[in-house]
């Protein structure tokens, strides 16, 4: 039977990719479900995402307070005293509360895998919930979903549904301008490779004029990644903004988008970019592919490869028209393949299908 009560479980709801997707799923579910997002640890909430659940009154918001124990006995008592017959869970630490909380209560749980690669501890932790508890996990990613089954994972309990894009804009022409303005948004962490993406960017500005690079994120890395700007000569053409709120201003003022991730699902912050009219300059993995069509929306390399990275950015710097034409195909890509409507009826027919 087709549930009509169904849980968003998140651990936290703080700045990040898949707490964006949870709410997301959240809003896109409402219009046919009766809908519940639950966050596990009230204390760490960001107001942007409580502010877009909000904007859809029909969301049920639950916060939970106090110790690990008393907060999982008010999951599962909310679970029982709403009726919640399904629960869709993101991460690790939130899947298995979920797997839990769904043995005791009777409802059934739909895992989330967020990433095309886990650290060991948490692989063999979401591997045991997929394989033994859960009614099926959801990738976000085919390159993931490929990656864990070869680690053991069964085949037929991961089911692919990429992120989505809300809001998708109109396409609209970049203006004129006499600089060349590279951009790159993500979390200071090692996975964003960030001094392949400086050595890139330093490289392209030994051949071409008029560059400047504008970094954009907060994270563990970053006095590094100020040491590494310097050391490689481009403080003189380089911003680093540090988590500002207004991203979009800055993605549309940009003119190349620059990626160089060690690893990924599906990318968000490439999914910003396209939006934002921008070819796509980005290393080949996790599904990157799937957004970036070579030498038809942006260009691909492989992870760490400053030469062809730098080469993809002078062609694109040289030429405007070839921008242009990139920047309108990728917001094709992102409305043919990633928009809020096909998260939503791929997401429906996987509830009628469970």
Not at 261 to 286: D, Q, Y
Not at 302 to 307: A, I, L, R, S
Request: charged share 20%; aromatic share 10%.
């Amino acid at each position: 039977m087709t549930p009509t009560s169904i849980a968003i479980f998140v651990k936290n709801l703080t700045s990040g990719g898949a707490e964006k997707q949870a709410v997301l799923l959240a809003k896109a579910l409402s219009i046919d479900y009766d809908v519940h997002f639950i966050v596990f640890n009230a204390a760490k909430t960001h107001q942007k995402y409580l502010d877009l659940i909000n904007e859809t009154p029909a969301i049920h918001l639950a916060l939970f307070n106090g110790g690990h124990i008393s907060r999982f006995s008010q999951f599962c008592a909310y679970i029982k005293r709403c009726k919640i017959e399904l629960i869709f869970s993101y991460l690790t630490a939130a899947n298995l509360y979920a797997c839990l909380a769904g043995t005791i209560t009777g409802a059934k749980v739909v895992t989330g895998l967020r990433n095309a690669e886990l650290p060991t501890g948490k692989l063999i932790s979401d591997r045991f919930l997929t394989n033994h508890m859960a009614a099926l996990t959801i990738a976000n990613c085919f390159s993931g979903k490929e990656n864990f089954v070869s680690k053991g994972f069964k085949e037929k309990k991961i089911h692919v549904i990429p992120n989505c894009f809300d809001n998708i804009a109109p396409f609209d022409l970049k203006d004129e301008a006499d600089t060349t303005t590279i951009i790159t948004v993500g979390r200071f962490v090692e996975q964003k490779d960030y001094l392949t993406a400086i050595k890139s960017v330093a490289k392209a500005n030994t051949k071409c004029e008029n560059i400047h690079f504008c970094i954009i994120g907060f994270g563990e890395l970053e006095q590094q990644i100020r040491v590494w700007v310097r050391e490689a000569g481009i403080s003189g053409i380089t911003d680093i903004l540090i988590n500002p709120d207004n991203i979009p201003h800055y993605l549309k003022k940009a003119d190349i988008y620059l990626s160089t991730s060690l690893f990924e699902g599906t990318s968000n912050s490439i999914m910003e970019g396209m939006n934002a009219n921008l070819p796509i300059v980005a290393t080949n993995v996790g599904d990157n592919s799937y957004l970036v069509k070579d030498d038809t929306n942006g260009f691909l390399a492989e992870k760490g490869d400053v030469d062809a990275l730098a080469q993809h950015l002078e062609t694109l710097i040289m030429n405007k028209d070839m921008r242009q034409q990139f920047g309108k195909r990728s917001k094709e890509i992102l409305y043919d393949n990633y928009s809020l409507n096909i998260f939503r009826d791929s997401y429906i027919q996987t509830i009628k299908e469970l």
